[in-house]
């Protein structure tokens, strides 16, 4: 008798050690996430990120103020001119700006990080006809999570970040995000057609 309630013990004891085991292991795992995900918060946009108001001057010399948008939305889209990934993303933000035009809810702006005459070449080669404005303050670029380009950010009127795409943007499966996220059918029904050329960095 005494042998089977030494058993009996022995048994429960395992079986609550491999509970704490259990509990341990699910906690440091989810100790884990929180950390990787504050760590790339320090470094990466995120939804619901609110942005910082900064006032800056387009390619044409006319204020313009990035974050929170005069419109129920703003589109955002850093280039830099030492961007290899740019070059190939400019189709794809052409088609999307096309696509903006037509909704007056909507601005959208180049964001430049280098100097103007730079930004300017930059801007005609890849054939932007939107609005285009120059940022080369570290730190301002900093609050935007700006820390590797290209970058398209979508904020709401309340400069509350609703979309973000890092990296290069080759196909249409980014911009259909980003109208999902400012609540816009995909071209009104019509898909968005990307169209390639010769692109040129100055």
């Excluded at 939804?47 to 006032?55: D, H, R």
């Excluded at 700006?97 to 430049?112: H, I, K, T």
């Excluded at 080669?125 to 301002?140: E, H, K, Q």
Aim: hydrophobic share 45%; net charge neutral; charged share 20%.
């Amino acid at each position: 008798m005494a042998d089977t309630r030494k058993i009996l013990w022995l048994v429960a004891a395992l079986a609550l050690s491999l509970l704490l085991m259990g509990l341990l292991y699910a906690q440091n795992r989810h100790l884990r996430l929180v950390r990787d995900e504050l760590q790339s918060r320090a470094f990466q946009p995120y939804v619901e990120m609110w942005l910082p108001e900064v006032w800056t001057k387009t390619l044409d010399g006319v204020p313009i103020r990035l974050g929170t948008p005069p419109a129920r939305y703003q589109v955002l889209y850093f280039f830099a001119q030492d961007c290899p990934l740019c070059p190939g993303s400019a189709p794809a933000v052409r088609a999307l700006a096309q696509r903006l035009s037509r909704d007056p809810s909507v601005e959208m702006v180049g964001v430049g990080t280098g100097k103007p005459d730079a930004v300017r070449r930059q801007a005609a080669g890849y054939g932007f006809r939107f609005p285009v404005a120059t940022l080369s303050d570290r730190r301002a670029l900093a609050l935007f999570k700006a820390n590797s380009m290209p970058l398209l950010l979508v904020a709401d009127a309340d400069g509350q970040v609703r979309y973000w795409h890092g990296g290069a943007i080759e196909d249409a499966a980014a911009l259909d995000d980003a109208l999902a996220a400012m609540g816009l059918a995909q071209g009104n029904g019509e898909p968005i057609v990307i169209e390639r050329g010769a692109e040129s960095q100055d």
